[in-house]
């Protein structure tokens, strides 16, 4: 069912982009909605708020928004490029970060990680 989502969501942006030309400005509606909907379903009882640390604001904000720059960058790739190519960076980011971490650091990962 996820796969199937992602498929559709790529589609639907990728159609988007026709009439709205604006990927940046697409993922800010996407986070508005998503928003919007989260709260909904804490006000429906889904889950309880928890206060991000004194000490965490910092790391959580710069966290928030390097994501959501990925996000935005993401539809950017994809206003700009084929849906083939856009699939084949997100499917090589996993194992280029792999490479990364033994180049840089000399770590290994498992396929337990």
């Avoid at 989502?5 to 030309?21: H, V």
């Avoid at 009882?45 to 710069?62: D, I």
């Amino acid at each position: 069912a996820n796969f199937v989502a992602a498929i559709m969501c790529i589609s639907l942006n990728r159609e988007t982009f026709k009439s709205f030309p604006f990927p940046a400005a697409l993922t800010t509606l996407h986070y508005a909605v998503a928003a919007i909907a989260i709260e909904f379903v804490h006000v429906a009882g889904g889950f309880e708020k928890r206060p991000v640390p004194l000490t965490q604001r910092h790391n959580f904000y710069l966290l928030v928004c390097c994501w959501s720059a990925c996000n935005a960058l993401s539809n950017v790739s994809l206003d700009r490029n084929s849906v083939g190519f856009y699939q084949l960076v997100k499917i090589l980011v996993t194992p280029s970060l792999v490479a990364f971490d033994f180049v840089v650091y000399g770590r290994r990962t498992t396929l337990l990680q």
